[in-house]
Nanobody, 130 residues
Framework: QVHLVESGGGLAQPGGSLRLSCAAS????????MSWARQAPGKGLEWVSG????????YYADSVKGRFTISRDNAKNTVYLQMNSLKPEDSALYYC???????????????????????WGQGTQVTVSS
């Protein structure tokens, strides 16, 4: 059974940083691309960033490009999201998600499509406020 557990959320000041982690189990982690998505109160789910199964390529939403960095450690079955220069509009519940398909090598539009993910974590809350 696939299990994704996010952690690392919390309260940060504008301009500050947080590092989110997503610990995965129940599947061959190194064979699947992973993504982060977020949902702010009253808004829909928004894709944030994706990473190939081997970490060789990454994609970002325009809203976070240059501020967030996705990475993964396949030895630890964990994907990370380093968030710098945080803004109040980054406040949301952040989820990690597993690609439906093994070993994908597509462009950013594939990873930005939320329907391409079949398992999600429970989320970790990020609040950016002074």
């Amino acid at each position: 059974q696939v299990h994704l557990v996010e952690s690392g959320g919390g309260l940060a000041q504008p301009g500050g940083s947080l590092r989110l982690s997503c610990a995965a189990s129940g599947f061959t982690f190194a064979s699947y691309a992973m993504s982060w998505a977020r949902q702010a109160p009253g808004k829909g789910l928004e894709w944030v960033s994706g990473i190939y199964d081997d970490g060789s390529d990454t994609y970002y939403a325009d809203s976070v490009k240059g501020r967030f960095t996705i990475s993964r450690d396949n030895a630890k079955n964990t994907v990370y999201l380093q968030m710098n220069s945080l803004k109040p509009e980054d406040s949301a519940l952040y989820y990690c998600a597993k690609d439906r398909v093994l070993n994908t090598r597509f462009g950013g539009s594939y990873y930005a499509s939320l329907g391409n993910y079949d398992d999600w974590g429970q989320g970790t809350q990020v609040t950016v406020s002074s």
